[in-house]
């Protein structure tokens, strides 16, 4: 995990009286899949939203690609080339599909290549294009916010929980598209995702770390932790093969 494009040393995130992230240290290597797991509650959401400086760090330090991060403007830090789906997708439910991602393209316009290629990952989005947002299953919603992310070129793409809720072949269909968007070596696209289906996390993650109570409490290789039940279990009370 030395080459780490995004780092988080000591972070803590108090929200009003609530004192949510404890210290968090957590490495996101470059150019390949984080899985950040943990039961409800962990601090998982909040870490994410803590990097986008959508909540403000109260203490520590987050670098992105060797610079501190932790006091800039959300704004400043998408300008990093840093992209964030949220767990409520964040859908202009009154603007087609067409007008979401025009509203994530640089300059208001669309690369044509590149928009062939995420059709390639979510044909739906082609068929409903002209189509209000809002009228999409909540499946094709979490296409195009995984589309918006991936309009442009990004360094880091934070995804929150993408399969809540999903039909088992909508999930498929999101396994597949991360697999093929980190094996896009050129696109040198690096994802921290946070994820509670663990047959998907084990698909696509690289890497995993997992929280508890505000804290990273493990942190490692997904494919060790896949093979070892007992430290799922210890870990979050759960097994990865009881999630097949």
Do not use: C
């Not at 962990?42 to 959508?54: H, N, S």
């Not at 059709?119 to 189509?131: A, E, R």
Request: charge should be negative; charged fraction near 20%.
């Amino acid at each position: 995990m030395s080459d780490a494009l995004l780092s988080l040393n000591g972070i803590h995130t108090h929200i009003g009286p609530y004192h949510i992230l404890q210290g968090v240290d957590l490495e996101v290597p470059r150019g390949g899949v984080t899985v950040l797991l943990g039961r409800n509650g962990a601090g998982k959401t909040t870490t994410l939203r803590t990097i986008m400086g959508l909540w403000q760090a109260s203490q520590g330090t987050i670098r992105f690609d060797g610079a501190a991060i932790q006091k800039e403007t959300t704004p400043a830090i998408a300008q990093r080339e840093i992209a964030f789906v949220p767990e409520d997708m964040g859908i202009f439910s009154d603007l087609t599909v067409h007008e979401n991602m025009l509203l994530a393209a640089r300059g208001g316009a669309i690369d044509e290549e590149r928009l062939g290629w995420i059709f390639g990952l979510f044909p739906p989005l082609k068929t409903f294009w002209q189509s209000a947002a809002g009228n999409l299953s909540g499946g094709q919603k979490q296409m195009l916010a995984v589309a918006r992310a991936i309009i442009e070129p990004r360094k880091l793409i934070l995804i929150d929980e993408p399969t809540k809720g999903l039909a088992p072949a909508i999930i498929n269909a999101m396994i597949a598209a991360l697999k093929e968007l980190k094996e896009l070596k050129e696109m040198q696209t690096t994802i921290l995702l946070v994820e509670q289906n663990f047959s998907m996390a084990r698909a696509v993650g690289d890497t995993v770390a997992v929280m508890d109570d505000g804290r990273i409490v493990y942190s490692g290789d997904m494919a060790e932790l896949a093979a070892d039940t007992g430290l799922q279990e210890r870990l979050m009370g759960l097994s990865l093969e009881a999630h097949q």
